[in-house]
């Protein structure tokens, strides 16, 4: 069956509803504050703002109204006569204050009313005159009433920041301790106002040590040593790890590595006491792990570096007190050296290379050489570096006497080689004289003496 409802019960049923309406309450200040291990993170949402008041205003009057004074006047008529001749009639007409009936006497004429009015103002009505006054100023409006005081570990972080509808920050925490907090707001309209969330931050759970080790030499025989303890991701901590420094096997050193931090350490060792082994560990309470190993040599000879050695040449006069000239090239640039003559030695001069490295020095032989070959030595700093091998003769005249004039013979080589004496230098030329062969009539003495020439040539040819 179909229910009609009344007029009366949908007015009872429309005013509850607008009560409930009424009384549900407009959205609520939200705070919202969470904490990790390593944060405090503060949301307060859905706050008020103060809309400020606008200006309130009254009329006042400066000069009051002024009521109009007025009255009705009636319009009264009479026949008159002109003066012509003969008179003509016609009808004069005049107002009075008041009606004084249908018929009236006025200055000995009889005036009758017309049933015309008029209206006669005797006082013009005024409005009052009123100005305007501020009762109550304008209050402009606050878009940041509210505001927010944190308090993180006994210290006051955010000191009564104002904030409009919302705020959000995040704090970092020290992931090591636990650490209270407090966060207060004040509020426009009361709501959400108060300590709106306190409590104690946790710290950060332990995580597994990182630790790692590199062993760097930094000259023979000796190392650095550097270890180190990463830090693991924010929210974990990773413990002081400790590591353990073996040299040949025995521990000699301990570190402690806190989170994030690096130790050095400078290992040295006695020279030529042999390779030693260095080895990094975690300590026993970490794992006893290899971080890092190394052998290090204390045996260290520095590798000198070798000198250009060149070429030399020595051309002249082969016997003793003879003129010669040494000529070396691609020597040490710029360099001084010693030249000899071996053995015994005799000190032939000292010479400065110029910046190609080559140098030519004129020098004699020792008048008391001995006959036989010997060898032209350069020397830097006492250290020979290159030398070349001549060979000293005796020069001979045709009659079998010395010759101090005997042409010379030139040698050149590369520095550090040898060459064997007949190659060195040739003899110095010997002959006979056709002429005086002829004059001389001992025949035996001539031919052994062309003999004796014949046997050298072919020796210095060969």
């Known amino acids: 069956m179909k229910r009609t409802l009344s007029a009366l019960t949908i007015a009872v049923l429309g005013a509850g509803l607008a009560v409930v309406g009424v009384a549900a309450p407009a959205t609520a200040s939200t705070p919202a504050v969470t904490a990790s291990c390593i944060s405090l993170n503060v949301n307060l949402t859905d706050y008020s703002t103060d809309p400020g008041a606008p200006e309130v205003t009254e009329e006042v009057v400066v000069t009051p109204a002024v009521d109009e004074v007025s009255h009705t ?85 955010v000191d009564g920041a104002a904030f409009g509808e919302s705020f959000s920050q995040s704090f970092d925490l020290d992931k090591y301790t636990e650490q209270a907090y407090t966060v207060t707001v004040t509020s426009f309209d009361g709501e959400g106002a108060g300590v709106v969330a306190e409590g104690t931050s946790s710290a950060c759970a332990l995580g597994a040590a990182n630790a790692a080790a590199t062993i760097a030499a930094a000259s023979c025989g000796t190392v650095d040593l550097a270890i180190t303890n990463v830090a693991l991701a924010e929210d974990a901590i990773n413990p002081t790890t400790s590591a353990v420094v073996y040299i040949d096997g025995a521990a000699t050193h301990f570190h402690a590595v806190a989170e994030n931090a690096t130790e050095t350490r400078t290992l040295s060792f006695p020279e030529d006491s042999g390779d030693r082994e260095v080895v990094v560990r975690t ?103 290159a030398s070349t091998g001549i060979t000293v003769t005796a020069a001979t005249t045709p009659g079998g006497s010395s010759n101090e004039n005997a042409a010379p013979a030139d040698t050149t080589t590369p520095a550090g080689t040898t060459t064997p004496a007949a190659a060195k230098t040739g003899l110095a030329e010997t002959g006979v004289d056709a002429n005086g062969i002829m004059l001389i009539a001992l025949a035996a003495l001539l031919l052994g003496g062309a003999a004796f020439g014949v046997t050298r040539a072919a020796r210095a040819r060969a």
């Open 73 to 157: 006047d009636f319009q009264y008529k009479t026949t008159r006569f002109d003066w012509s001749w003969p008179p003509s009639p016609y009808t004069a007409y005049r107002w009075a204050h008041k009606d004084s009936g249908s018929t009236v006497v006025y200055d000995w004429e009889f005036w009758t009313r017309t049933n015309v009015t008029q209206k006669h103002v005797e006082v013009e009505g005024q409005p009052a005159v009123t100005e305007t006054v501020v009762v109550t100023p304008a209050v402009p409006a606050n878009p940041t009433p509210n505001t927010v005081t944190v308090e993180i570990g006994g210290d006051v972080v």
């Open 283 to 385: 300590g026993p309470a970490h794992g006893d792990l290899v971080l890092a190993t190394a052998t290090v040599p204390t045996d260290c000879e520095e590798n000198p570096v070798e000198p250009n050695t060149g070429e030399l040449s020595v051309t002249g006069s082969f016997v003793p007190g003879g003129a010669i000239t040494i000529t070396g090239t691609d020597f040490e640039p710029n360099t001084e050296y010693d030249v000899e003559l071996h053995s015994p030695v005799q000190a032939l001069g000292t010479v400065t290379t110029d910046e190609n490295g080559d140098f030519t020095l004129p020098a004699t032989i020792g008048a008391d050489t001995t006959i036989g070959d010997h060898d032209v030595v350069v020397l830097l700093e006492g250290e020979e570096v």
